[in-house]
């Protein structure tokens, strides 16, 4: 158990629909890190937060946003979904390993399926 | 933008069976971080060397960091059915907190 969880582990929905991905860090870790995989690809990074604030961008779509909130939970909220965005969607914790190392521990992550 | 690319990305073997996987790029990294990822599920972290040429063994698996900090092997002796799975490296740049993920090797071990 990485101590990473997220919710809801499954997601069906219809093309151009909006859901909310909710995950919440390791106990004490103030980032996180947000990732896309689809079928057989590796892992895209889409996008990071650290103490609320967003810290970097990766490939991540416009129609795509997210946020952390105070409690440092974060949310990834996909609108206008399309047949494509149909993947494993990942949340990431960072913890600082032996320095200067940065390890990721990853949550369980949601299927979302758009039909 | 620093890449990693990783070979094979198909590998079926026997079990007992040796293998080697490897993740190589152009970049210098401050470490690298292998994980092991099952279908359906989060990928777990394995390992992370930092010291270029490091050596480090988990089992019966071996890491090893490139002198030059730009490339990893992981070689895993006498393979068994439950070593299945997606092989990932990872690269972390010199800010230390962004990874670069390679495209995985799918490791498949037969009974």
């Known amino acids: 158990d990485s101590g990473v969880t997220q919710t809801p582990k499954h997601l069906i929905t219809a093309t151009g629909q909006r859901v909310t991905l909710r995950c919440s860090p390791r106990?004490?870790?103030?980032?996180v890190y947000w990732y896309q995989q689809s079928l057989d690809q590796g892992l895209q990074f889409l996008i990071q937060y650290y103490n609320g604030e967003e810290r970097a961008k990766g490939n991540i779509l416009e129609r795509f946003s997210a946020q952390q909130f105070p409690d440092l939970h974060s949310e990834l909220n996909l609108s206008s979904l399309e047949l494509g965005d149909s993947a494993l969607y990942f949340c990431?914790?960072?913890?600082?390993?032996?320095?200067?190392?940065?390890?990721?521990?990853f949550g369980p992550g949601t299927r979302l399926t758009v039909t | 933008t620093q890449l990693l690319e990783q070979s094979p990305q198909f590998l079926s073997i026997q079990e007992g069976e040796n293998l080697t996987v490897y993740c190589n790029s152009s970049s210098v990294f401050s470490s690298l971080q292998w994980y092991r990822q099952e279908p359906g599920e989060g990928p777990v972290l394995l390992v992370t060397v930092v010291t270029g040429g490091e050596v480090k063994k988990l089992k019966r698996l071996t890491f090893q960091f490139g002198d030059a900090r730009k490339d990893s092997s992981l070689h895993i002796t006498a393979a068994q059915p439950g070593d299945t799975g997606l092989y990932l490296c990872a690269g972390a740049g010199n800010a230390g907190n962004m990874l670069t993920f390679g495209g995985g090797t799918r490791l498949m071990v037969k009974p």
């Open positions: 106990s004490g870790d103030l980032s």
């Open positions: 990431a914790s960072l913890v600082w390993g032996t320095p200067p190392s940065y390890e990721q521990y």
